[in-house]
């Protein structure tokens, strides 16, 4: 039997999952391309092209090196009998903390304004809040979500947790369910996503969301663009509804160098690169995975299709 690498990444991130999975699965044959597809039984991907898992009659795990799965769930090419599990990485949960607990922290010490006036020579301290005068919503309380809920609790912000189901996160507050969820928004002065994508999820942040915020707020999406109605985040932007906005994702990646949000004085853009898979740490946990297939235990982190995740 043989593993497919099947990663729509460069060269240079390509040759550094080989040569970490090579080491991680040293008694297993690692192809690169779909040569001899009668003897692939699994497939790792990251972002694979539609189409690249068709014609694989044995395939009997399909080993996602994202977190998110709502890629290959939206492609109809992909073999609906055949299991799905993502990443899930303690290491990548604690670089998604790390970039969110960056974010609020710049938010709630104005940090983002103060890189404005930089370009502008000016200097105006302003007043400053401790981190328990500032409320911090986290959407969506999976891995990374409590990961990212604990850490800024340990910071000494006031966070409040919600989720569509109920969950809980180490103590902090939490609610499940859209009723509660307008509540929490008025409440929050920073809302960061970290929701799955579903059907469910899609366009959540839209006009009426954003008209449901505390005035002022912060917000940060580091989940998946697609939850973002873009023009709603940028009329919220200009008529002063929200006060910034620290984007990850988006609905078109790269972000189109003709985009507003690059140039837009209350939008902070990164290139994806909150939490992205480290072939160091990951690798291992695919082999774990595998091994668990040839061995028939039970797989780690199996995606529910019908929740979609």
Not at 223 to 247: F, I, K, Q, T, W
Request: hydrophobic content about 50%.
């Amino acid at each position: 039997m043989s593993v497919l690498l099947a990663c729509d990444v460069g060269a240079d991130e390509a040759a550094q999952w080989r040569a970490a999975l090579g080491a991680a699965l040293p008694g297993e044959r690692l192809v690169g391309t779909r040569e001899g597809a009668d003897d692939i039984d699994v497939a790792i991907v990251a972002n694979p092209p539609p189409g690249a898992l068709t014609g694989l009659p044995r395939l009997r795990l399909i080993q996602s090196l994202w977190a998110g799965v709502d890629r290959l769930l939206a492609d109809p090419t992909v073999p609906a009998q055949v299991p799905i599990v993502r990443m899930v990485d303690p290491l990548m949960n604690a670089a998604m903390a790390e970039t969110a607990l960056w974010a609020v922290l710049a938010l709630h010490r104005g940090f983002f304004r103060y890189a404005r006036w930089q370009r502008e020579a000016r200097w105006a301290p302003h007043g400053q809040r401790r981190a328990q005068e500032v409320t911090v919503a986290v959407l969506g309380l999976g891995q990374m979500g409590r990961a990212v809920a604990l850490r800024l609790a340990a910071q000494g912000y006031r966070v409040l947790g919600w989720s569509t189901r109920p969950a809980a996160a180490g103590g902090i507050e939490t609610q499940a369910g859209d009723t509660a969820l307008d509540a929490l928004l008025a409440r929050a002065d920073v809302v960061l996503n970290l929701l799955p994508l579903t059907a469910a999820t899609r366009g959540l942040f839209d006009a009426a969301r954003f008209g449901r915020m505390k005035q002022g707020a912060g917000f940060v999406n580091l989940a998946r663009g697609a939850h973002v109605v873009e023009a709603d985040l940028l009329a919220a932007l200009d008529g002063g509804l929200l006060h910034h906005a620290v984007l990850d994702v988006f609905q078109t990646e790269p972000l189109p160098a003709d985009h507003r949000f690059w140039s837009h004085p209350r939008v902070t853009v990164l290139p994806h690169a909150a939490a992205q898979t480290d072939p160091r740490s990951a690798a291992g946990i695919v082999a774990d995975n595998l091994r668990a297939l040839r061995e028939g235990r039970p797989l780690a982190h199996l995606v529910d299709r019908a929740r979609g995740y």
